[in-house]
């Protein structure tokens, strides 16, 4: 009787904690301010938030004024609330052809010089496979073009494309290579599209010689050319490229932390992020409107982040707290990316990652989380969005891979459990396609007070991950589990 009393006590201690932490939420909560956060940051004047232009300062500026508003603590080794990043914005060229044995490719048509710069004259082929760095054993690249199939053997989704790519050109440029070609084998994807995509400004971290290696795709949908290449039917290639420039650009993730209340786990993070940065300008609508807000994509995540800076400033939970807005993750996840590459604070105190990304929503019953069911936490996060009156569900589009395409798939691939809390969404549907990277992703076509609950329950869902004294980790066999357990020492 005594052991059942207790238990009852400790339940019900447990339900009124749990209460008063909603309570809390509530009554904190600022619609307003959260309103005018929104309202800014997806306002005409940012011109859609493009890490590219100018107004990107702006977002900027906004984003570190209301942390240092609150009191967020500046992370160790960043620039006040900033961690520099040095990216190049890559043109394409005035003019572009190359030469393949009998076979000649030109710009957009059937090749896209996609970094480097001008460059005229023959040169040298090396076959490298997949030009992987076990590729290179053996192998003679100086002043020599190295060619290589698209991609990696298990790492072919657009997003991996870019990132393994520009890896490649690290290591050629590292083997003193002159250039590197990728073969665009991909038929389920259309060279147009691709060619549509990739011919205008492309965004890239600056990496020194290696950004000025001339980086070329081209179409070779049934590998003709490539066979060619590795048979040694065609030894050498002739450039003509023209009018190629790149310029420097000033990136900018943004950071502060707060401290967690307990001395034993204090010392771990749970790290809340979402990408601050959206596309910019781009192709007017039917009523003249280029520029792309981006409300749902990201400003509503943004906002969900600062909201939880402003009431965890004031409400420290027993765990630390890393606040990350990062850049160009419409650019290729370039600044979660770098941050994950170079951290200041270590990756393994960072326990959890809660991220936000999404293209929007068409059901204000849910909050959908992508990865929902591969962590610890499921449970947390369904109490969460149940607490506000929303239901949260697992991805209902897996064949998209939205796990591996947003900024949270720069830790899981470290092994930190990261889902991502996007807006509720059932399908990719007409009502989804209608504002995804459109001009009509505005402020006023946003159901606030869906949004209000979303963000509550945003904050409601870190708080408890952040108090509970289990550390959470991926469930068993998910495809990160292994590298979390390297990274935690669980092995």
């Known amino acids: 009787m005594k052991k059942t009393l207790l238990g009852l006590a400790i339940l019900l201690g447990s339900v009124s904690v749990t209460l008063g932490q909603k309570k809390k939420i509530e009554k904190r909560f600022d619609r307003a301010e959260a309103e005018a956060h929104i309202t800014y940051l997806a306002s005409d004047e940012l011109k859609g938030r493009d890490p590219a232009r100018p107004e990107m300062k702006l977002a900027i500026d906004y984003i570190a004024g209301e942390f240092e508003k609150y009191g967020i603590k500046t992370v160790p080794g960043a620039d006040g609330y900033f961690q520099n990043i040095p990216f190049v914005l890559s043109s394409p060229p005035k003019s572009g052809s190359l030469k ?4 000649t490719f030109n710009q957009k048509e059937s090749m896209l010089v996609l970094d480097g710069t001008s460059v005229t004259g023959d040169f040298e082929l090396v076959d490298l496979g997949y030009g992987l760095a076990e ?27 870019f990132a393994v790519g520009r890896e490649k050109v690290a ?7 002159a250039g590197i070609i990728e073969m665009y084998n991909i038929p389920s994807i259309p060279w147009q599209l691709i060619a549509n995509y990739l011919s205008s400004d492309q965004m890239s971290l600056d990496q020194g010689a290696a950004s000025k290696l001339p980086y070329i795709w081209v179409k070779d949908l049934q590998n003709d050319t490539k066979n060619a290449v590795a048979k040694g039917e065609i030894k050498s290639v002739s450039l003509n490229i023209q009018g190629k420039t790149q310029k420097p650009i000033d990136g900018k993730n943004i950071l502060g932390w707060v401290e967690g209340t307990d001395k034993n786990l204090k010392s771990e993070f749970v790290m809340l992020s979402a990408h601050y940065d959206h596309v910019g300008v781009g192709t007017p609508d039917a009523s003249g409107d ?106 209902p589009a897996p064949e998209q891979g939205l796990f591996d395409r947003s900024d949270n798939v720069s830790f899981a691939k470290k092994g930190i459990p990261a889902p991502t809390f996007s807006l509720g969404f059932t399908s990719f549907d007409d009502e989804i396609n209608k504002y995804y990277h459109k001009a009509a992703d505005e402020v006023d076509s946003i159901d606030m007070d869906y949004a209000v609950k979303y963000w509550k329950a945003y904050i409601y869902a870190a708080e408890m991950i952040a108090d509970n004294k289990s550390k959470p980790f991926w469930l068993p066999n998910d495809k990160y589990e292994a590298v979390g357990k390297s990274l935690y020492g669980l092995e």
């Open 290 to 395: 280029s520029i792309y807000n981006g409300a749902r994509d990201n400003a509503i995540g943004t906002v969900s982040v600062i909201n939880a800076a402003k009431y965890f400033a004031k409400n420290p939970p027993k765990r630390s707290i890393l606040f990350a807005l990062w850049t160009a993750e419409e650019k290729g996840l370039l600044g979660s990316a770098y941050y994950a590459e170079n951290p200041l604070l270590p990756l393994e105190q960072m326990v959890y990652n809660l991220n936000i990304d999404g293209a929007g929503y068409n059901d204000t019953s849910v909050i959908t989380v992508i990865g929902l069911t591969r962590t610890t936490e499921m449970a947390t996060l369904e109490k969460a969005t149940e607490a506000f009156g929303l239901k949260a569900i697992e991805d």
């Open 135 to 161: 590729d290179y054993k053996g192998k003679d690249v100086k002043g020599k073009i190295v060619v290589t199939n698209l991609g990696a053997p298990d790492r072919m989704s657009p997003a991996q494309l």
């Open 100 to 103: 393949l044995g009998e076979s």
């Open 171 to 177: 290591l050629a440029s590292e083997n003193g290579a």
